[in-house]
Nanobody, 121 residues
Framework: QVQLVETGGGLVQAGGSLRLSCAAS????????MGWYRQPPGKQRELVAV???????HYADSVKGRFTIFRDNARNTVYLQMNSLKPEDTAVYYC???????????????WGQGTQVTVSS
C-alpha cells in the first residue's frame, strides 16, 4: 500500500509564502507524475501544478510565475513553493501521485489527505 503525507499548510497574509511537501511511502518502484490540486471553498477540485518523473513542470495559468513545483525522486517527495500568495489561493491542497508502480502492482492515482492553506487579505 502507498500513502501520501502532506505537510506545510497554514495561515499566511497576502503576499506571503508557504512551501508544501508531500512524501510518498510504501513499496514504491516508480512514480510517473506527481502534482498538487486544490479545492477552494464551494468549488470543484482543480489542478495547480504537476511534474513528470523527468522534471518537466506544468502549471495552471492562475499560479504561473508565483508557484514552483519540484520533486526529489530518490525520496518520492514533491514540493510546492508558493510565493506572492493571494486570498483566492485559499483552498485545501491535495497531493497526487499518478502512475505508481509498486511491488504488488500498479495504481493510476493516489491522493493525500489534504492540507489547508488560508491567505488573509
Amino acid at each position: 500500500q502507498v500513502q501520501l503525507v502532506e505537510t506545510g499548510g497554514g495561515l499566511v497574509q497576502a503576499g506571503g509564502s508557504l512551501r508544501l511537501s508531500c512524501a510518498a511511502s510504501g513499496s514504491i518502484l516508480s512514480i510517473n507524475n506527481m502534482g498538487w490540486y486544490r479545492q477552494p471553498p464551494g468549488k470543484q477540485r482543480e489542478l495547480v501544478a504537476v511534474i513528470t518523473s523527468g522534471g518537466a513542470p506544468h502549471y495552471a495559468d492562475s499560479v504561473k510565475g508565483r508557484f514552483t513545483i519540484f520533486r526529489d525522486n530518490a525520496r518520492n517527495t514533491v514540493y510546492l513553493q508558493m510565493n506572492s500568495l493571494k486570498p483566492e489561493d485559499t483552498a485545501v491542497y491535495y497531493c497526487n501521485a499518478g502512475g505508481v508502480v509498486h511491488t504488488t502492482g500498479y495504481e493510476p492515482n493516489y491522493w493525500g489527505q489534504g492540507t489547508q492553506v488560508t491567505v488573509s487579505s
